[in-house]
């Protein structure tokens, strides 16, 4: 069977690490299986869904690595959802409702006060055409229902077994609005059919919502999809992550230079069995991670981790790999790669080192250090210089001065660098080169 899947955020905010998880899982799966991943902007929240955002979804997307086949946007496909709405009126799954918000809460707190189950009593069922010939020409205009079948929908979950929802515990759900707009659910059924999604992949907060769909997508008469409901990502103390979670949005955490693919293992490791790790691509951890792979509980993440993996991947980083980007920077020297990766903790670092390579640097040692520094200057060896130079220069040293360890090394590294720390000397002291050592040094 050929799989295709779809990624359906809705442009009303700037997407965050956790909104990566659905991404990513749905990449994986069409990866694994050589399928088509489609991107649906859900926009039917016309007040709520910009442009802009969509736009900013796909840049995320594409800066993460996932290039969706196909992309469709809700806003554009009113007249299938139409088409489905009539279809469900004339089956007399749809029905009209003319209650007002105030109406309904009422009515709610009255069962409560009953001790009954706040669900919707469809009394509406009830109104004759008489009824709503009056509603509608004292200006009233309907919402409309699905009438649930109200009972046990079982359904295979791909990541959590068997799941039941029972319907008749919920009210007959709102599909479209008064004004004629559709909530999420009938569009998101009427797209899965039409584009013909074998695998609804996102977050367990919507399996209720899959009980009703299946539902509506039976009335339809459509092909019910699998489904796999993932944990979602929450902070470290179990929180929910919000979208005004600025920090996290992925647009800022592209723009404070963390490696995408740092990003997209804690978004997508978190919370299962694999251990949050550098992975060579996406494709190498769509190739290790299974549905059976993902907890059942929360996946708490903690930002500092993203800190710690980022540095990781950029020290195992090869030159291979890194060289597209080193070339974009200015800097496409293999040797520079190879002396500072292990010291990155972010990619432009390079810049950086690269910088302080190339000089000029500001001098930098203490007045008590002088005299060994001059020493150390007229004991610097004649080029060509290589990883052997910086050894045989400091035993030199060692054995003239009678300095060792800290004393005879830090010096060096702050004259030479101007940094008390750093990649080894040994790797750097061929790239800064003789003339510039001298000059460094008083
Ligand atoms: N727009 C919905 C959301 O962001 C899509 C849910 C779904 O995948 O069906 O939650």
């Known amino acids: 069977m050929s799989v295709r899947v779809r990624y359906a955020p809705s442009p009303t905010g700037r997407l965050h690490i956790g909104n990566m998880r659905p991404a990513l899982l749905n990449w994986y799966f069409a990866l694994k299986h050589g399928g088509d991943y489609v991107l649906r902007h859900d926009d039917t929240d016309m007040q709520r869904s910009t442009r802009e955002f969509a736009d900013l979804i796909e840049a995320d997307l594409a800066w993460l690595g996932i290039l969706p086949g196909m992309i469709v946007r809700q806003s554009e496909r009113t007249d299938l959802y139409d088409a489905a709405r009539d279809r469900l009126i004339a089956s007399g799954r749809l029905y009209p409702c003319y209650e007002t918000e105030d109406e309904l809460d009422r009515r709610r707190k009255r069962a409560r006060a009953l ?51 029972n319907t008749a515990t919920m009210s007959d759900p709102v599909l479209v609005r008064e004004d004629g707009s559709y909530l999420y659910t009938l569009p998101s059924v009427v797209d899965d059919i039409d584009l ?5 992949i996102r977050g367990e907060d919507h399996i209720s919502n899959t009980g009703v769909q299946i539902e509506i997508i039976e009335a339809l008469g459509g092909a019910v999809p699998q489904f796999a409901h993932h944990n979602l ?30 990003v997209a293992i804690l978004a997508s490791l978190t919370g299962t069995s694999l251990s949050v790790e550098p992975y060579l691509d996406l494709a190498a951890i769509a190739e290790a991670l299974e549905f059976e792979s993902i907890s059942h509980g929360p996946a708490r993440f903690d930002p500092a981790e993203l800190d710690g993996l980022n540095a990781r991947i950029l020290h195992e980083m090869d030159y291979a790999t890194a060289q597209p980007r080193l ?11 190879s002396a500072v990766h292990q010291n990155l903790q972010r990619f432009d670092d390079i ?22 520094l001059r020493t150390a200057a007229e004991a610097l060896p004649p080029e060509p210089w290589d990883e052997t130079t910086w050894g045989a220069w400091t035993s030199q040293l060692k054995q003239q001065t009678g300095r060792k ?6 010096p060096l590294r702050r004259a030479l660098t101007g940094r008390t720390d750093g990649p080894e000397l040994k790797s750097l002291l061929p790239l800064i080169g003789r003339k510039a050592s001298v000059d460094r040094l008083p």
């Not at 919000?242 to 693919?261: I, T």
């Not at 810049?351 to 250090?369: H, L, M, Y």
């Open 196 to 200: 013909g999604i074998t695998h609804v």
């Open 115 to 165: 001790g009954r189950p706040p669900i919707y009593d469809r009394a509406a069922l009830q109104l004759t055409d008489e009824d709503r010939q009056k509603l509608e020409a004292e200006g009233r205009r309907p919402h409309w229902r699905f009438r649930l079948d109200g009972k046990p929908v079982v359904f295979s979950d791909l990541i959590r077994a068997e799941q039941t929802v």
């Open 233 to 262: 990502l929450t902070g470290a103390s179990g929180e929910g992550l919000s979208k005004r979670l600025g920090s996290l949005a992925v647009s800022q955490l592209r723009a404070d230079g963390y490696e995408p693919l740092a």
């Open 351 to 372: 810049k950086a080192w690269a910088e302080i390579v190339e000089g000029p640097i500001d001098p930098d040692f203490d007045a008590e250090d002088e005299e060994f």
């Open 327 to 337: 070339a974009a920077l200015g800097f496409d020297n293999e040797p520079l790669w």
């Open 405 to 410: 360890g800290k004393a005879l090394f830090m």
